[in-house]
């Protein structure tokens, strides 16, 4: 079983930027193809950020972090990124990234269910200050 593994998180000030990473414990493609970056304030539902369909490289964003936030991998190390530019005190909370496997590229949206992944790792936490 692959496992994840989450970095990156920092405080920060409002304006700055960050980059989150995900390394997997193996290779995860042969089995999954949906990444998806999640983010959790504590009393709220989780709430997918950014995803990514491993099979091409299509990316899929939520509309408040459009323009700012950025989800990309580097294959040969086993590692999906998230660099978060323009950080809002909003964006504070643990970062998570997942594994699925979906039926359809389409299905790889940052809308999906969070249940629905079935690897996660520990997460990072994220602290914007204005």
């Known amino acids: 079983q692959v496992q994840l593994m989450e970095s990156g998180g920092e405080s920060v000030q409002a304006g700055g930027s960050l980059r989150l990473s995900c390394v997997a414990s193996?290779?995860?493609?042969?089995?999954?193809?949906?990444l998806g970056w999640f983010r959790q304030i504590p009393g709220k539902e989780r709430e997918g950020a950014a995803v990514?369909?491993?099979?091409?490289?299509?990316?899929e964003y939520v509309d408040s972090v459009k323009g700012r936030f950025t989800i990309s991998q580097n294959k040969a190390s086993n590692t999906v990124y998230l660099q978060m530019n323009n950080l809002k005190p909003e964006d504070t909370g643990t970062y998570y990234c997942?594994?699925?496997?979906?039926?359809?590229?389409?299905?790889?949206?940052?809308?999906?269910?969070?249940?629905?992944?079935?690897?996660w790792g520990q997460g990072t936490q994220v602290t914007v200050s204005s």
């Open positions: 997942a594994l699925d496997r979906v039926s359809l590229p389409g299905l790889c949206l940052p809308s999906r269910r969070s249940s629905l992944f079935a690897v």
């Open positions: 990514l369909f491993l099979n091409n490289g299509h990316t």
């Open positions: 193996s290779g995860y493609a042969a089995r999954w193809n949906c």
